[in-house]
């Protein structure tokens, strides 16, 4: 009889280092902007000069400054400024620029996003309506086609209650919740059973659907329609943003610009605001509302 030996994790180290040598030179070999782009690396530092291109115009007024360093100084515990001309970030203790810097991005992002996209939330909600509308349905779920059609049989002729159906025939996790599913947006689930609770009304019940290999009875338990909250206000422009900002990627040749830009002279990185001479679009002015503008001159 031969001994157990559990299997452990091991490597030869010389084959390793041999592998690793090898992988190194031939990433040496190719042109950096090659690289960077084969790694997935360049879409991501692109997205981020990007932003960076966009923020870097944007400034507050004076009425708008106290709040904004209220919501850059909260849980900070030094003193704040009292506006936010100049190099004020250097003068924050360096443990905390980090935080700071990434909250002074985000809100100059915020408003920026509200200058560009608020003349048109209101229409793009229309649009998205539908789709933003909450609900909560019931789910029963089988294999068998013949053990749908009985249940749903029962459920429209016996008026036997959904919920002690689902408990006690789905074989899906929904059995545990007594088949309930949600609330959540109506475009999240499966589009066929989407398109199966669309028009249903509360307390309706979808004959039985069949989704790959199984076999759905759906009942509509909750149909919240959607409003034009804040928290949907700020959803919807940061669609529109994210929008833009993929197609202008997906416009540029990131390659060739990294290329370029690698061999010019560099320049100099710049702290929580744009150098005072750099060109600057004015957000708030722009010939057509909705289009990505960027500092003139700035490249991503």
Not at 34 to 40: I, R
Not at 153 to 166: E, H, P, Q, W
Not at 269 to 274: E, G, L, R, V, Y
């Given at each position: 009889?031969?001994?157990?030996?559990?299997?452990?994790?091991?490597?030869?180290?010389?084959?390793?280092?041999?592998?690793?040598?090898?992988?190194?030179?031939?990433?040496?070999?190719?042109?950096?902007e090659?690289?960077?782009?084969?790694?997935?690396i360049?879409?991501?530092?692109?997205?981020?000069?990007?932003?960076?291109?966009?923020?870097?115009?944007?400034?507050?007024?004076?009425?708008?400054?106290?709040?904004?360093?209220?919501?850059l100084?909260?849980?900070?515990?030094?003193?704040?400024?009292?506006?936010?001309?100049?190099?004020?970030?250097?003068?924050v203790?360096?443990?905390q620029?980090?935080?700071?810097?990434?909250?002074?991005?985000?809100?100059?992002?915020?408003?920026?996003?509200?200058?560009?996209?608020?003349?048109?939330?209101d229409?793009y909600?229309?649009?998205r309506?539908?789709?933003?509308?909450?609900?909560?349905?019931?789910?029963?779920?089988?294999?068998?086609?013949?053990?749908?059609?009985?249940?749903?049989?029962?459920?429209?002729?016996?008026?036997?209650?959904?919920?002690?159906?689902?408990?006690a025939?789905?074989?899906?996790?929904?059995?545990?919740?007594?088949?309930?599913?949600?609330?959540?947006?109506?475009a999240?689930?499966h589009?066929?059973?989407?398109?199966?609770?669309?028009?249903?009304?509360?307390?309706?019940?979808?004959?039985?659907?069949?989704?790959d290999?199984?076999?759905?009875?759906?009942?509509?338990?909750?149909?919240?329609?959607?409003?034009?909250?804040?928290?949907?206000?700020q959803?919807?422009?940061?669609e529109?943003?994210?929008?833009?900002?993929?197609?202008?990627?997906?416009?540029?040749?990131l390659a060739?610009?990294?290329?370029?830009?690698?061999?010019?002279?560099?320049?100099?990185?710049?702290?929580?605001?744009?150098?005072?001479?750099?060109?600057?679009?004015?957000?708030?002015?722009?010939?057509?509302?909705?289009?990505?503008?960027?500092?003139?001159?700035?490249?991503a």
């Open positions: 009889m031969h001994d157990l030996v559990t299997p452990s994790f091991s490597l030869d180290e010389a084959d390793f280092l041999l592998q690793l040598g090898n992988s190194v030179r031939s990433a040496a070999a190719l042109p950096l090659v690289l960077l782009e084969q790694e997935g360049l879409k991501r530092l692109a997205r981020e000069a990007a932003l960076a291109a966009m923020v870097s115009g944007v400034v507050f007024t004076p009425e708008e400054t106290p709040a904004v360093i209220a919501q100084w909260q849980g900070v515990q030094t003193e704040p400024p009292t506006d936010l001309h100049g190099d004020w970030l250097a003068l203790p360096s443990e620029q980090q935080q700071l810097r990434q909250r002074w991005r985000e809100l100059r992002l915020q408003k920026c996003m509200d200058v560009l996209y608020s003349h048109r939330i229409s909600f229309l649009e309506r539908a789709e933003l509308e909450r609900v909560v349905y019931g789910m029963i779920r089988v294999r068998n086609q013949g053990a749908a059609e009985e249940l749903y049989l029962r459920l429209i002729d016996d008026a036997v209650d959904f919920s002690t159906l689902a408990s025939y789905s074989l899906g996790d929904e059995r545990y919740t007594h088949g309930l599913v949600g609330p959540m947006p109506i999240q689930p589009p066929s059973i989407r398109q199966a609770l669309t028009p249903l009304a509360v307390g309706e019940i979808a004959a039985p659907l069949r989704i290999d199984w076999v759905l009875i759906l009942r509509m338990e909750h149909r919240e329609p959607a409003r034009l909250t804040e928290a949907t206000r959803q919807l422009t940061t529109l943003f994210e929008a833009d900002l993929t197609a202008f990627l997906a416009g540029q040749d060739a610009a990294a290329a370029a830009q690698l061999r010019s002279p560099a320049m100099p990185i710049s702290t929580a605001t744009a150098a005072p001479d750099a060109p600057i679009v004015d957000i708030t002015h722009t010939s057509e509302p909705g289009d990505l503008m960027l500092p003139a001159g700035s490249e």
